[in-house]
């Protein structure tokens, strides 16, 4: 591991030396700052930023808080806020749920331990007071509040886009897989579908799930075709459970999309890599990440902010697994 002594040597100048430039503290001719500003370069040296930001009294470390890391979904999240964080000079503190209450908590309390300088979070108790106790700015992705700012997708129109995907291509029992209860945007995304469904001339049923996880969604998949053995068209919760519904689908001899069409939500990587490829409401995960790390950041330096609630847009992705998707064929 490359120590500031290292760092010290190979540029020729002292620790004190090496120490000022890094915390641009008290005056380093521009020859000899040139010098140690290339020896980090060549050591390929990384400063603790935890001792540092003691040292100085200020940090240049955020923290993200995702619910669930093992949903591809939020990983491209923490990739737009990681590269934009990066890119201003700010480095990341990740901690990852599980939808837990205890143990968001116990992130929160490690965030401020560290003395991070702000907070993005994609987890679902912004409402519940967890947050109150903090007294550095905070960013919503994801997620919705009147309390806090917030990076989000239009989830309402997603699932109205979801919809008519299927009503426009002739489905007409269709059924509509309502996501956990307890996450916002699971519900705006029904809401959205049900306009739409409830004014079509369509049978339609929906199917009430309470997870998003690999495991839950195979059981989901099959207690659809169980219970509606007749459905010729699913709205998905997200494409986890899009896949899910697919295997299983084809698992019973249904063609896609001739007997069954299949709509997801997110456009996870795996949704193109899938079989046939799955057709989605994709929602712009990097963008948001990015977004919210804008904003954060605009806050943490205290800028004048004239937008607290970024909405961006979704956007139908038509491939295989609806009618007259993109290489149609049945399988």
Partial sequence: MVTIKDVAKEAGVSVA?????????????????????????????????????????????????????????????????????????????????????????????????????????????????????????????????????????????????AAKALVERGAKKITLIKGPAHVKPAMERFQGALEVLGAAEVDFSVLSTDSYTFDAAKGWAEELFRV???????????????????????????RIPADVQVVGYDDIPQS???????????QPAYDMGREAAKLLIRLIKKQSITETAVELPVAFIDRQTTRGGTHDEES
Avoid: C, W
């Fill in 17 to 161: 030396t090496v120490s000022r430039v890094l915390n641009d503290n008290g005056y380093v001719g521009a020859d000899t700052r040139e010098k140690v500003m290339e020896a980090i370069s060549k050591l390929n040296y990384s400063p603790n930023e935890v001792a540092r930001s003691l040292y100085k009294r200020e940090s240049r470390l955020i923290g993200l808080l995702l619910p669930d890391i093992t949903n591809p979904f939020f990983p491209q999240l923490a990739r737009g806020v990681e590269d934009e964080a990066a890119r201003e000079g700010f480095r990341l503190l990740l901690g990852n749920s599980d939808e837990k209450a205890k143990k968001e908590q116990e992130y929160i309390q490690t965030f401020l331990q560290n003395n991070v300088v702000g907070v993005i979070s994609a987890t679902n108790r912004a409402d519940d007071g967890i947050y109150e106790p903090l007294s550095i700015p905070l960013v919503l992705m994801d997620r919705t509040s009147g309390a806090y700012p917030s990076v989000y997708a239009d989830g309402r129109e997603g699932g109205r886009l």
């Fill in 228 to 254: 509606h053995p007749d459905t010729d068209g699913v709205i998905a919760s997200n494409d986890i459970v899009g896949i899910a519904i697919l295997h299983e689908a084809l698992r019973l001899g249904k």
């Fill in 272 to 282: 193109s890599l899938a079989y046939p490829p799955l057709s989605t409401i994709r």
